[in-house]
């Protein structure tokens, strides 16, 4: 089975800063990498898949990059609304697929 | 409006067994593979079962292989997961979810890069 770490589990930052978050798959997975986010209560929300394609109506601050096993996830200027937990998820063995750890985005 | 509500949950003894619905509605539901993801309390997501289209093809994460059964009935636009002996361990939210297929034929899995309609979560408690 494909694992997926995510580094940080826990990240503290403040508004306007920016952040990155890095998922390492334990092989290649090409492309097949998508990005979460969620909060409390909430279903997850997809922000960014095929490794680095931003979803439609979701803000050009969040970006993606990477393939085969390094990944990251970036917000460029932090909002009062992006703080929330972060999950990857890869695809490469779909429809058997698994998620990373997650990440929470908390404020400083 | 693309939309997924999910039904079913509640409570249930150890053993017992549960059938969750997952009613989509806004886009051509036989189209897309269907995924069913779980979250126990304080945890991560974990992928639970997907299906195809077509309901062809099945599959299922090891820890409810044997106990779970995904099906769905694309007359009526819903997708289920049966749910039977189930463990203090199957606790937690389960979620539907419609594959994301891009670039290609929505009937072959490698055109799929994520998940992007969700539900809002039905909650399953296994407790004595």
């Known amino acids: 089975d494909i694992q997926l770490t995510q580094s940080p589990s826990f990240l503290s930052a403040s508004v306007g800063d920016r952040v990155t978050i890095t998922c390492r798959a334990s092989?290649?997975?090409?492309?097949?990498l998508a990005w979460y986010q969620q909060k409390p209560g909430k279903a997850p929300k997809l922000l960014i898949y095929?490794?680095?394609t931003l979803q439609s109506g979701v803000p050009s601050r969040f970006s993606g990059s990477g393939s085969g096993t390094e990944f990251t996830l970036t917000i460029s200027s932090l909002q009062p609304e992006d703080f929330a937990t972060y999950y990857c998820?890869?695809?490469?063995?779909?429809?058997?697929?698994?998620f990373g750890q997650g990440t929470r985005l908390e404020i400083k | 409006e693309v939309q997924l509500v999910e039904s079913g949950g509640g409570l249930v003894q150890p053993g017992g067994s549960l059938r969750l619905s997952c009613a989509a509605s806004?886009?051509?539901?036989?189209?897309?593979?269907m995924s069913w993801v779980r979250q126990a309390p304080g945890k991560g997501l974990e992928w639970v079962s997907a299906?195809?289209?077509?309901?062809?093809?099945?599959y299922y994460a090891d820890s409810v292989k044997g106990r779970f059964t995904i099906s769905r009935d694309n007359s009526k636009n819903t997708l289920y997961l049966q749910m039977n002996s189930l463990r203090a361990e199957d606790t937690a939210v389960y979620y539907c979810?419609?594959?994301?297929?891009?670039?290609?034929?929505?009937?072959?899995?490698?055109?799929?890069?994520?998940?992007?309609?969700w539900g809002q979560g039905t909650t399953v408690t296994v407790s004595s």
């Open positions: 092989q290649g997975i090409s492309s097949y």
């Open positions: 979810a419609k594959g994301l297929c891009s670039g290609g034929s929505c009937s072959l899995w490698y055109y799929y890069y994520g998940m992007d309609v």
């Open positions: 299906i195809s289209g077509s309901g062809g093809s099945t």
């Open positions: 806004g886009f051509t539901f036989s189209s897309y593979a």
């Open positions: 998820q890869q695809l490469n063995s779909y429809p058997r697929s698994t």
């Open positions: 095929a490794a680095s």
